[in-house]
């Protein structure tokens, strides 16, 4: 009779011993369900989403030769009105100077040939001067400046070959040393002569 009592409670516990395990299967399963829903709505969101595009690095700007070329251009029409201002200035105070002389109308040409040549533009028209009268007394053809037995077939042509050899020899004006390489005999005298003419076209002491 005791072994019969013990059955139903055995039953009974295994009873909710199946149950219990029905509950858990049950919650595992839902765990499962709604851990798929979550991962489900969240790849959805993302794909919804425009994709961040990171902002293009930008190259570096590169000068191009035509950018350039409008500084140059820029560089070159200053140095041209310069030198166009100075020839222009220059070439009416020289022929003034040669006013009624063979070297009158050459005021141009002398202030070009000096500009180029970085040479004091009285300092050729001065020389020409105490050398030959500005033209009018010369031993050989179209050398107004005693310059040794040079000659030369026209006035332009003498002018700038001239200009060129007197800034390397004897600089950029009138100096006591270039008196005394030009006329070693009389080079007091000669200084004071073409510094006069020097004076006389301009009396500006530096330039």
């Not at 790849?43 to 500084?71: F, L, M, N, R, Y």
């Not at 560089?75 to 100075?86: C, H, L, N, S």
């Not at 390489?181 to 004071?192: A, H, I, K, L, R």
Request: proline share 5%; with cysteine.
């Amino acid at each position: 009779m005791e072994a019969n009592a013990e059955r139903p409670a055995t039953r009974k516990i295994s009873r909710r011993k199946k149950a219990m395990q029905g509950l858990v299967a049950l919650a595992v399963a839902i765990v499962i369900a709604l851990t798929s829903l979550v991962t489900f709505a969240i790849g959805v969101t993302a794909s919804s989403q425009p994709a961040k595009q990171e902002a293009p690095t930008e190259a570096p700007q590169e000068t191009t030769a035509e950018e350039e070329a409008p500084a140059e251009e820029e560089q070159v029409d200053t140095a041209a009105a310069e030198r166009d201002a100075f020839v222009s200035t220059w070439a009416e105070r020289i022929d003034t100077f040669n006013a009624g002389t063979p070297l009158e109308g050459y005021g141009a040409t002398f202030a070009e040939a000096a500009y180029d040549n970085n040479v004091d533009p009285r300092f050729a028209p001065a020389i020409a001067r105490v050398e030959s009268g500005s033209g009018a007394n010369c031993i050989n053809s179209c050398n107004a400046w005693g310059w040794g037995a040079f000659s030369w077939s026209d006035w332009e042509t003498a002018i700038w070959d001239y200009t060129g050899q007197l800034g390397a020899s004897y600089g950029h004006t009138l100096s006591y040393e270039a008196a005394l390489s030009y006329n070693e005999s009389n080079p007091d005298g000669w200084y004071e002569e073409v510094g006069a003419s020097i004076y006389a076209i301009y009396p500006e002491e530096s330039l």
